[in-house]
């Protein structure tokens, strides 16, 4: 069933199976709370179980381009479109949030982002490869994030 993600009240409905629940909630509402700002977008998740297609392609891109395996079981994930760019976001039981976001246009960005819950220690598939920056959110407090640009064509 799909959920409508709140950014006024935080609510951790679809990730109480997560030891960073609470600061996953919070990184969710972090990233609806900008779409709706930005674009006018609700941001609605569904269960993983339901979403199979979108985490398969974020699987597939992570493994194509840089070989990454992501060993946390997904919990949630979405796909959708806004303007010319198209978004995929899988939330992950550690607490990971992993976007995509592929431009339409031939010479758009395009590019994987990882976003880190408050507290989380960096998963070890990741460690080695990226440096994450640190960002203060008043929904997710200290987010650490990173990325890289996509190459080939998906």
Request: proline letters at 3%; aromatic letters at 12%.
């Amino acid at each position: 069933m799909p959920y409508a993600v709140d950014f006024d009240t935080v609510s951790t409905v679809g990730l109480e199976s997560s030891p960073a629940a609470a600061a996953l909630a919070g990184l969710r509402a972090n990233e609806a709370r900008y779409f709706k700002n930005k674009y006018g977008h609700v941001f609605t998740v569904e269960p993983a179980s339901n979403a199979t297609s979108t985490i398969d392609r974020v699987h597939r891109i992570l493994k194509e381009e840089r070989g990454i395996v992501i060993s946390s079981r997904p919990l949630e994930a979405t796909a959708f479109q806004v303007e010319n760019i198209r978004m995929a976001y899988v939330f992950y039981e550690n607490g990971l949030s992993i976007n995509v976001m592929y431009t339409i246009d031939d010479a758009g960005k395009r590019a994987v982002g990882f976003k880190l819950s408050d507290g989380m220690e960096v998963p070890a598939e990741l460690a080695s490869r990226f440096k994450f920056a640190r960002q203060r959110s008043k929904l997710a407090g200290t987010i650490r994030g990173s990325y890289f640009t996509i190459k080939n064509e998906y």
